[in-house]
């Protein structure tokens, strides 16, 4: 049997071939579950080239070559939804979104019209509906709109482009035109919004950086004096991002206050929640305390694609204000696309940057529809508890020290010497290369404000405590081999029991 509507069509494909794809697949994830699978096999580029033929030639391959090469390519690739993965801020497979992008790619089509992507379109619509709710800015007296974007930095983008409309609504058409705008956001938000400020032309330069507490939450007594200052200058202020769950500590900002300057001084509030939006979904006071005031802000990032265990990309774009997304992006010229039909309306396209645009609602909606609010709420709760578990193990032995109290799901910490004057940094970093080399766990690092190096471990849906017990042993093991090689060669390390 062969699959005939295929490109080219001078090639066959046996369709035998998809059962043992999707055999492999299985294998591949159940290993994924045993922590003596590697998470990752780390070579050199120059290493790794070797091991796989990359150039593509004139002749082309065989059926055999293709289950082979996926085979390598899996082989060679890191485990993201292994339980030891805890590097970035997803992980965990998710079954029904799994299939929801296969499905997805298998029906290939553009959201830009209802008539080319009908259920894809109410799909997302009903996703956006509920984000919006939850959010805050759905309301019986207000529709709310939102469109799902490539990315979390993109929906920051979009934060940036509807602010700097609503501010100044010529700009669509003029540019900026000689106009200093000013937006700010706190020294712990995401890098995208410093990117997306030269996308708009509006330049690096013209985003102010204010200083966060110990927390990692914006000052907002030196936000309010920054605008004010602005405003001194002749600048036209016109954005404040907050951040919910900020990329290193996983910090809330102070959005109602923040809200209250926006307010004052008219400007748009974005709140990035690409990381933190997910515990809207945490039916506990928590969530309530954390998020207090998010429906007081003008637009939202959230990211399922993190906490919700989607596929990357599964973005958000959420915003209060229904028609001003349209008003900032609709252009003329695209007629042979967008035609006067009687489902014009439900038409995402006019409202979009992009042209051709995915149905990446279709992963999210059968995830969230599967596992229900109550799944993602049990899951943030064993969350929370593998947190306060791994903060315990921490807290209780001499050779770690917890950066900060952690609000949220990353974790950082560093590993000590509760004695010894030694350069920790250096330390800190062999371990995590040691640790990542070594294949066995992979986890992040980042490097605080006064230069100190220290884990940043994102807690994982997966893992269970007691890899999280593991994961700490192998730390002190490490930590031991390398005083006893370089610094110490007779020390000897308290091991957990
Ligand atoms: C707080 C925050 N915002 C935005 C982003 C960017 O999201 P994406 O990687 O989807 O572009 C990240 C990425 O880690 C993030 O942590």
Redesign the pocket.
Known sequence: MIFNNHLPITKQVDRRILRRLFRMIGRYLNQNNSPDTPVLHYLEPDNLKKRMDLTIGEAGMDNEWLVKILRKYLRYSVRTTHRNFSN??FSAFNFPSFIGEIIATLTNTTMATYEAAPLGTLIEQEIIDKMNRLIGFKTEDNPADGIMV???????LMGLMCARYKAVPETKEKGINGIQFRAFVSDE????FKKMMNVLGLGTNALTEIPSDEHGRIKTDLLENAIKQSLKRGEKPFFIGA?????VYGAFDPFREMAAIARKYNLWLHV?????GTLLLYKNKKSKELLDGIQLADSF?W?A??MMGVP??A?FFLCKHDGLMHQCNAVQGAEYLFHSTENTAFDTGPKSLQCGRRVDALKVWLAWKFYGDKGYHDMITDLYSKVNYLKKLINQNPWFELINDPQYFNVCFRVVHPKIDIDLNEINLEIRERLFKSGNYFTNYSVSKSGTVFFRLIVNPNSTKNDYRNFLNKVIGMTEAILKEKYLPDSSARVFD
Not at 272 to 276: N, Q, V, Y
Request: without cysteine; aromatic residues 14%; hydrophobic residues 25%.
């Open positions: 970035q801020l490539p990315g979390g930095s993109y929906a920051n938000a995401h890098y995208s951040t919910a769950g900020t990329t990035d929640g690409a990381w933190g990032t990211d694609h993190k990357l990309y973005s």
